[in-house]
């Protein structure tokens, strides 16, 4: 009976094993992970907008060659994630409607307009470092599809983090203007990087249950703490400043201290009202238009296909 099923979910979950598709799951699992997969998928897709905005733009032939790789692994990994929602019973276009009715969320950082060439690097390094962060323990997410989903999307990050401080180093040897344009950019970009990891715990109404469930591993505030441990000696490397003068090394903690991030900055971003969330959902929705076409002929082609198929 549902007691039994409740059982098998419970030993699953508690002995490390996967949850996969077909195998009985809680309806409040199920969307949980319908909400943070589908939040995810479109990050990725959103994603591609700012960094896209450089593509016309890349000061040379190898630059632009780099950044549209890597524009197009997002779109890659938006795809990976959306199959991975899907195997929860949902549609992509139903996800996609979702989005750009503003009905479901995406990540707070690409609301925020990308100004140089210094914030493709920047991002990079930051905003891919802190996706690493976060996503790495999302490799052991008890549920199958997005564990194994997230497996070959953090070694993607991983090169795109690599690609992105590479970018700075080669600005860091640059003229004294081309650090300024470094340094800028990082001013612009680390606070929104700590707000990637969510609220502070003591706001974050989803953790405990996700971690019960062990869909998260590690709390907001946990993730957020190592990334700045792990971001403060690459900045020394890359001779930049972060703007924080609560920055500090806690000897007893074993850990930096930092300032608070402006929750109310954030809180903003989530509900709408961020620097460029209006043209970003505006873009989505006409790139969703536009593609009507293809997607009508691809919908027809598989019809005919089928109806051959059965003469
Ligand atoms: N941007 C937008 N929304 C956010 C953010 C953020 N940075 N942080 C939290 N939220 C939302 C949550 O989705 C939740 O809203 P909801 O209940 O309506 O869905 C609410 O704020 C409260 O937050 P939490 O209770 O902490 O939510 P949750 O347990 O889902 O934790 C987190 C948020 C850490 C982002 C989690 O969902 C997660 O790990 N997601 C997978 C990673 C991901 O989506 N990364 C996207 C950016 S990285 C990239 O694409 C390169």
């Known amino acids: 009976g549902a007691d039994a099923l409740q059982h098998r979910f419970e030993q699953v979950v508690e002995s490390e094993q996967r949850i996969e598709p077909r195998d009985w799951m809680p309806d409040g699992y199920r969307a949980t992970l319908i909400r943070q997969i589908a939040q995810h998928a479109h990050s990725e897709i959103i994603g591609m907008q700012p960094e896209g905005n450089w593509l016309t733009r890349a000061p040379s032939l190898r630059r632009k060659a780099i ?21 929860l019973g949902v549609d992509r276009a139903e996800l996609t409607e979702k989005l750009i009715s503003g009905r479901q969320k995406y990540s707070s950082i690409f609301n925020y307009p990308t100004l140089t060439f210094a914030d493709v690097g920047v991002i990079g390094w930051l905003v891919d470092g802190a996706a690493i962060c976060n996503q790495v323990p999302l490799c052991r997410c008890s549920y199958g599809p997005y564990a194994r989903a997230m497996v070959r999307i953090c ?13 700075l180093m080669t600005l860091s040897r640059g003229t004294e203007s081309q650090r300024r344009m470094l340094q800028d950019a990082v001013d612009r970009w680390w606070w929104p990087s700590l707000m990637m990891f969510g609220p502070p715990d003591a706001d974050s109404p989803n953790t405990a249950q996700s971690m019960a469930w062990r869909i998260k591993r590690h709390t907001n505030d946990e993730l957020r703490q190592r990334f700045v441990d792990m971001t ?35 809180g903003r971003v989530i509900r709408g009202q961020g620097p460029c969330n209006a043209e ?14 293809v997607r009508e002929a691809a919908a027809a082609h598989a019809a005919k296909q089928a109806s051959r198929a059965r003469t």
């Not at 070694?155 to 690609?163: G, T």
């Not at 970003?280 to 076409?293: F, M």
């Open 67 to 87: 950044l549209l790789a890597k524009v197009q692994d997002e779109a890659g990994h938006g795809l990976y994630l959306y199959s991975a929602a899907e195997t």
């Open 155 to 167: 070694k993607e990050e991983s090169f795109h983090q690599r690609q992105g401080y590479e970018l």
């Open 232 to 266: 403060v000696p690459q900045a020394e490397r890359l001779g930049v400043t972060l703007p924080d003068p609560d920055l500090e090394w806690n000897e007893e903690r074993g850990h930096h201290d930092f300032g608070e991030p402006d929750w109310e900055e954030l």
């Open 280 to 293: 970003r959902i505006d873009r989505r929705r006409s790139a969703h238009q536009e593609g009507a076409w």
